[in-house]
Nanobody, 119 residues
Framework: QVQLVESGGGLVQPGGSLRLSCAAS????????GNWYRQAPGNQRDLVAL???????NYADFVRGRFTISRDGAKNTVYLQMNSLKSEDTAVYYC?????????????WGQGTQVTVSS
C-alpha cells in the first residue's frame, strides 16, 4: 500500500519560513513528478507549485519568488520551501505525486498539512 506522508506544517509569524515534506512510502520503485496544492476554508483547491521528474518547476503567481519546490528521488520525497510567508498563505497544503509501484505509475494524494500564518 502506497502512502504519502506530509509533514512540516504549523504556525508561523508573517515573514517567517516553513518547509513542507511529502514522503512516499510502501512497496515503491521510485517517484515521478510532484505538485503542491493548497485550500483555504471556503475556497477551491489551487495549484501552488509543480516539479517534473526531470526537475523542471513552475509556480503560481501568488507564490513565485517566495516558494521553492524540490524533489529527492533517493528519498522518494518532494519538498516545498516557503519563505516570506503572508497571512493569505494560510491554508491546508496537499501534496500530489506520481509513484512507481506495482509495475505502473499512479498518482497519489497526501492527507494535507495545516499552515497558519499569524502574529
Amino acid at each position: 500500500q502506497v502512502q504519502l506522508v506530509e509533514s512540516g506544517g504549523g504556525l508561523v509569524q508573517p515573514g517567517g519560513s516553513l518547509r513542507l515534506s511529502c514522503a512516499a512510502s510502501g512497496s515503491i520503485f521510485g517517484i515521478g513528478g510532484g505538485n503542491w496544492y493548497r485550500q483555504a476554508p471556503g475556497n477551491q483547491r489551487d495549484l501552488v507549485a509543480l516539479i517534473t521528474s526531470g526537475g523542471s518547476t513552475n509556480y503560481a503567481d501568488f507564490v513565485r519568488g517566495r516558494f521553492t519546490i524540490s524533489r529527492d528521488g533517493a528519498k522518494n520525497t518532494v519538498y516545498l520551501q516557503m519563505n516570506s510567508l503572508k497571512s493569505e498563505d494560510t491554508a491546508v497544503y496537499y501534496c500530489n505525486m506520481d509513484v512507481y509501484a506495482g509495475g505502473r505509475l499512479t498518482n497519489y494524494w497526501g492527507q494535507g498539512t495545516q499552515v497558519t500564518v499569524s502574529s
